[in-house]
């Protein structure tokens, strides 16, 4: 069993003390324990308690305590526990002011099944012995507070809520040559029908009558054709939630091609249009009194004879033309027809859209936090407060009026690539405001974040194992839950 200790409480000595406190005071004695956020200690019980062994975990000081403490807590005891070869854990945390009892469950649940997460698809079965992967089976919570109809619903909201998460994951770490558009679409059409959640996919031919011709561009020099999913759930009498996703399914920048160094990266190119459906396919799961539209935007930007070219000028769904300057900023262009044709047919009250849109988000906020600019600044709040609830941190960008002039094209009404190439991640969100006509809309560029590498181990959280992070998945839930449209 795993029991977590505030640094303030390591020498209070309680009325009923537990059983395992003399193994703890032991420890304390020693000095090797001092209940650091995060330091650990493993001790046989020899007996003396019902499990065979138990950790110490520190949780830092008490005022520092946050909801992805416990996330964190959840996904080490699991990890641990799975490391260890053991089936089940128990893990008890003391109660927290401010922290509801539920909550502390969710985020204990919701952190395991998320630092649990492997991507398994290209490694085979497992080898007999080989292995940790004995199958961890369960995290119990020991919290008597929470033990109880509201605990047990806690933890199959954190369930479902990290299995959506963990779908975007696998979707993002998948190789581009299983997941073309067409491929992307049926697997988001299958997930969608499993939920009850609509789903209509736009081919070619549709995409054309209609008019989506910047999609329909970044998709031009591949030999797999773009698709646009549109993902719809509640009742249409309700004002909408649009959700718009960057899926790519993979950017080798097109005739204004990348570098090799890291192209193989670009695989994650379509991690936005992952996020909207999980986000989703939970909003369905969770049955969510709101109505959501998700759209994603599906196409593989190559270079080829077929593919267009810098200078080429294409219309978007809302008419409005723009010069290609740069092939490789095709997120924008994707998004442009996405967003304007899910303001056009939904008329939603809100629009959020998610992207890996710029390497300068990256660059500007590394892996921490995600940059969030638009068009409302209730509607940006609101995502900045969610982030605060689910640990994905967002920091908001400026984008005003003068930003707006770097994307005015010589030739066309818009061009695709800012000029002088500075503030980059704003000038994208600047393109994009031109294609939610007057729609409250927030923009999330997640090209840094939705990511790990594990290079920064303090700063890593312990739910995010190498890969795909899955960031926004369950920021959108929480934000769904919270928003009055
Ligand atoms: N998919 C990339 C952005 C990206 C880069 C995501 C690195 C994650 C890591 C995007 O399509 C792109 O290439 N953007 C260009 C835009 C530029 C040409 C205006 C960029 O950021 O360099
Ligand atoms: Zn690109
Ligand atoms: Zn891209």
Not at 145 to 163: C, P, Q, Y
Not at 244 to 269: E, L, V
Not at 384 to 398: F, K, N, S, V, Y
Request: net charge positive.
């Amino acid at each position: 069993m795993a029991v977590c200790i505030f640094q303030e409480d390591l020498k209070a000595a309680p009325k009923r003390a537990p059983a395992w406190k003399p193994l703890l005071d032991d420890l304390v004695q020693l000095g090797d324990f001092h209940a650091k956020y995060k330091e650990f200690r493993i001790l046989p019980t020899r007996g003396q308690l019902a499990a065979p062994r138990i950790m110490f975990l520190g949780l830092g000081k008490r005022g520092d305590f946050l909801l992805d403490t416990a996330r964190e807590v959840g996904a080490r005891v699991a990890l641990t526990a799975r490391d260890l070869k053991l089936r089940t854990a128990a893990v008890w945390v003391p109660p927290v002011k401010g922290v509801s009892p539920r909550e502390a469950v969710g985020a204990l649940a919701e952190g395991a099944a998320l630092g649990l997460y492997e991507f398994r698809e290209y490694k085979g079965e497992p080898k007999e012995g080989d292995d940790k992967r004995v199958a961890f089976e369960e995290l119990r919570i020991l919290d008597a507070r929470a033990a109880n109809e509201k605990g047990a619903k806690a933890v199959e909201e954190a369930r479902i809520i990290a299995e959506s998460t963990n779908l975007a994951r696998t979707l993002i770490m998948r190789s581009s040559l299983d997941k073309p558009p067409e491929v992307l679409a049926k697997v988001a059409q299958a997930e969608a029908e499993k939920a009850g959640v609509k789903a209509t996919v736009l081919a070619p031919a549709e995409l054309k009558r209609l008019g989506l011709n910047a999609l329909l561009g970044v998709g031009a020099g591949s030999v797999k054709p773009p698709r646009l999913v549109v993902l719809e759930y509640g009742a249409a009498s309700k004002p909408a939630m649009l959700l718009c996703g960057k899926g790519i399914t993979f950017d080798s920048g097109g005739i204004s091609i990348k570098p090799a160094d890291g192209m193989d990266r670009m695989k994650y190119d379509m991690a936005g249009s992952a996020t909207v459906l999980g986000a989703i396919l939970a909003a369905a799961r969770l049955k969510l009194p709101v109505r959501i539209v998700a759209i994603m935007a599906l196409a593989e930007n190559m270079p080829s004879g077929s593919a267009i070219r810098p200078g080429d000028v294409l219309v978007a769904y809302n008419k409005k033309t723009i010069e290609v300057a740069n092939t490789d900023a095709e997120g924008r262009l994707v998004l442009a027809d996405a967003l304007s044709y899910g303001v056009d047919k939904f008329k939603p009250a809100v629009a959020v859209d998610l992207a890996t849109l710029t390497g300068a988000a990256r660059v500007a906020l590394g892996g921490i936090m995600t940059a969030v600019m638009g068009s409302d600044n209730r509607v940006i709040q609101s995502l900045i407060e969610a982030g605060r609830h689910t640990g994905d941190d967002l920091w908001q960008l400026p984008l005003n009026r003068s930003y707006e002039k770097q994307v005015q094209s010589d030739v066309a009404e818009l061009r695709n690539q800012g000029i002088g190439g500075m503030a980059g991640a704003i000038v994208g969100g600047a393109f994009l405001k031109h294609f939610v006509d007057g729609t409250p809309w927030a923009h999330l560029d997640i090209a840094g974040t939705c990511w790990t590498e594990k290079g920064t181990a303090e700063l890593q959280k312990e739910y995010l194992p190498k890969g795909a992070t899955g960031i926004g998945v369950r920021l959108l839930v929480e934000w769904m839950r919270r928003y009055k449209a």
